[in-house]
T-cell receptor
């Protein structure tokens, strides 16, 4: 699985869009990009995944660059409940390799 | 409840004791994973089951650790002769056959004193 690089922390004002970047420059063609988040003391929660097209669901949007070397998770209207650690994972196998993620703090 | 269930949620044990954790995955999910998470780190893969077969074990899983999934349903993770370094959150996850979304349990927090 490709290594991913994320900023260790970010702040976002409540109600604004939160844009979380991820670099996965060594991603291979069969590897998907997955995003999970982990709120304090809970298990990780699936957010979204994609291969090469942009994806949107009720939680977030995922923008993947054309060369697939990086992606951005967008939370369109961040709330205080979105404060969490966000993990970007590039995987084409049956298991996920988590990094240390981005700690997003949504500010009132 | 249709989520992944882990028991106990918290366990405090003395060094040298054995502990066992249980994970009940979502019923139709044939893939089951165990991860370990220490403070400030992301979850680390420990082992993977497809149905009752244990298909991969991480090097992190020393010979003091054993995991089973009898009949391809619930799974147990046992740690023998616990050490202080075993203190961590132990997470279980299950996936369906498509494997596009992992569902994690709330974890078991182990403290070895």
């Amino acid at each position: 699985d490709a290594k991913t690089t994320q900023p260790p922390s970010m702040d976002c004002a409540e109600g604004r869009a939160a844009n979380l970047p991820c670099n996965h420059s060594t991603i291979s063609g069969n590897e998907y990009v997955y995003w999970y988040r982990q709120i304090h003391s809970q298990g990780p929660q699936y957010i979204i995944h994609g291969l090469k097209n942009n994806e949107t669901n009720e939680m977030a949007s995922l923008i993947i660059t054309e060369d697939r070397k990086s992606s951005t998770l967008i939370l369109p209207h961040a709330t205080l409940r979105d404060t969490a650690v966000y993990y970007c994972i590039a995987s084409g196998t049956y298991k996920y390799i988590f990094g240390t993620g981005t700690r997003l703090k949504v500010l009132a | 409840d249709t989520g992944v269930s882990q028991n106990p949620r918290h366990k405090i044990t003395k060094r040298g004791q054995n502990v066992t954790f249980r994970c009940d995955p979502i019923s139709e999910h044939n893939r089951l994973y165990w991860y370990r998470q220490t403070l400030g780190q992301g979850p680390e893969f420990l082992t993977y089951f497809q149905n009752e077969a244990q298909l991969e074990k991480s090097r992190l899983l020393s010979d003091r650790f054993s995991a089973e999934r009898p009949k391809g349903s619930f799974s147990t993770l046992e740690i023998q002769r616990t050490e202080q370094g075993d203190s961590a959150m132990y997470l279980c996850a299950s996936l369906n056959g498509m494997g596009t979304e992992a569902f994690f349990g709330q974890g078991t927090r182990l403290t070895v004193v």
